[in-house]
């Protein structure tokens, strides 16, 4: 298990800001292609010239107007849109009431640290952060009626994702857009750690381009994200070593067949398997407390030995093909509810590291953000 200190990473104050910027962006055939991915490997200080390479060659393109971008994306069948603009993270909150921008998770500061080193020598916002939040009407009324019309870019990418792209640059809508963001309270989905990166650069370099961040931000009403489980697995635990834990916190346990177990899987019952013996656990969780935070804070720390290492997978499937009697303990997690989230943040409390996965995510390269052109 990683030793390192988890720590909360400032509040960005309000209001809530997405600043127009001069979109860059690969070519449709770029986007999703594990070649493209050169672009941005080391050394970073030569990001920037090879990118103005592709630009030459037709294999990326600028923007030549700054814009606020609205953009849909489609993959798996789930359609996603949302603003893209560049996020003030100028300004720092002291109060509670103050905060704009909401994360869940706690970050490793030298993980913070290397992707705000990598960035300012790419020069370069490689990907838009993910931020959900219940959007004013006014907000989603512009929304609405633009993607009834033409979009300025419409794809389909090398992973299957299809785009729609509006570059707002009307300053009637961009004012009523920032009228109707102003006051959002953001909820972090995606990105914690280049969050992070984002406040760190701007410390070090104040009053110019790393004053903001790239960020998408999401109406959940409208379109919103699959929230999923992540699942885990406990290296150096045993079944009845886990069994043992869990009763002695209060958790009702019944070892059944792993597919009663799995049908059990729900709000407050997880499942257990070391992919021999199969059991529930059936934990009593506060209204305002989510599963995984009990089993962080109360479980795992009742272990007799262990975990020696603590395995995250999105896919149940994933987590049980690691599971070993008597070496490995794969724990299936109910997924969490955005409202609880919200709740658990407004709080003031951070979720456990990989708590949840909002997904689809869009694809690398879509819209990206110089850091040379401001």
């Not at 020598?121 to 838009?128: E, G």
């Not at 790393?210 to 409208?222: I, R, T």
């Amino acid at each position: 298990m990683d030793s390192s200190p988890v720590v909360m990473p400032p509040h960005v104050a309000g209001p809530l800001r997405l600043a127009p910027f001069r979109g860059l962006m690969l070519a449709p055939s770029r986007i999703g292609d594990p070649a493209s991915g050169r672009a941005f490997a080391r050394p970073y200080r030569a990001v920037s010239g090879r990118l103005a390479r592709w630009r030459a060659q037709g294999q990326a393109r600028w923007d030549e107007t700054p814009a606020l971008y609205l953009h849909e994306y489609t993959a798996g069948g789930i359609t996603i849109r949302g603003l893209v603009g560049a996020l003030d993270v100028s300004r720092r909150a002291t109060r509670p009431e103050d905060r704009a921008v909401l994360p869940h998770e706690g970050i490793y500061p030298d993980q913070a640290d290397d992707l705000a080193a990598r960035m300012t020598q790419m020069q370069l916002n490689p990907a838009p952060i993910l931020l959900v939040h219940r959007a004013a009407p006014a907000a989603r009324a512009v929304v609405l009626r633009l993607i009834g019309t033409t979009p300025d870019h419409q794809f389909t990418d090398r992973h299957d994702q299809r785009h729609r792209i509006w570059a707002i640059r009307d300053e009637a809508d961009l004012d009523l857009i920032a009228d109707a963001i102003a006051g959002s309270r953001a909820l972090i989905a995606d990105g914690h750690h280049r969050y992070g990166a984002y406040l760190r650069m701007q410390r070090r370099q104040p009053g110019g381009a790393c004053d903001y961040g790239l960020a998408m931000l999401v109406d959940q009403e409208d379109t919103p994200l699959f929230l999923g489980a992540i699942h885990r697995v406990l290296t150096g635990v045993t079944m009845d070593g886990l069994l043992s834990a869990a009763e002695s916190v209060g958790a009702t346990i019944q070892v059944t067949g792993s597919d009663q177990a799995i049908a059990a899987l729900g709000a407050t019952t997880l499942v257990a398997t070391d992919g021999d013996v199969w059991a529930t656990l059936t934990l009593a969780v506060p209204p305002d407390r989510a599963p995984v935070e009990i089993l962080h804070e109360q479980v795992v720390p009742a272990l007799p030995e262990g975990p020696h290492r603590l395995g995250y997978h999105h896919s149940a499937d994933g987590a049980l093909a690691h599971a070993v009697p008597g070496q490995a303990v794969a724990v299936l997690l109910p997924a969490p509810d955005v409202a609880l989230v919200e709740r658990i943040v407004e709080a003031d409390r951070l979720l456990p590291e990989k708590a949840t996965s909002f997904q689809p995510k869009p694809s690398l390269g879509v819209l990206m953000r110089s850091l040379r052109d401001e």
